[in-house]
């Protein structure tokens, strides 16, 4: 397994930007797919966006075009940037590795952090 911690969580201002670090140990990162998942209060955890282990990346649709994932091997990080944020993205954002290329799903993943709190004002 691989040994994730989380930061960057905060409050935000709905339109604002925030950015979410993920640092990793204990694994070659350079070959695991990273994901960020979220659970907001009373919901379920869902997917938010995958970085393969080749660069390629996934995002769920509704956030599209607004969060963005990349990843720096040299630091062992993933990122979050999470830019137009809206009142729905309040939730526990959540990093995760996974030994699948396309991991989406929850059971895909192995490892995870101890999640970072994301709240969005109106």
């Known amino acids: 397994q691989v040994q994730l911690v989380e930061s960057g969580g905060g409050v935000v201002q709905a339109g604002g930007s925030l950015r979410l670090s993920c640092a990793a140990s204990g694994r070659t990162f350079s070959t695991m797919t990273m994901g960020w998942f979220r659970q907001a209060p009373g919901k379920e955890r869902e997917f938010v966006s995958i970085?393969?282990?080749?660069?390629?990346?996934v995002y769920a649709d509704s956030v599209k075009g607004r969060l963005q994932i990349s990843r720096d091997n040299a630091k062992n990080t993933v990122y979050l940037q999470m830019n137009s944020l809206k009142p729905e993205d309040t939730a526990v954002y959540y990093c995760?590795?996974?030994?699948?290329?396309?991991?989406?799903?929850?059971?895909?993943?192995?490892?995870w952090g101890q999640g970072t709190q994301v709240t969005v004002s109106s």
């Open positions: 995760a590795a996974s030994r699948s290329r396309w991991a989406q799903r929850r059971a895909d993943f192995d490892s």
């Open positions: 970085s393969t282990w080749s660069g390629s990346t």
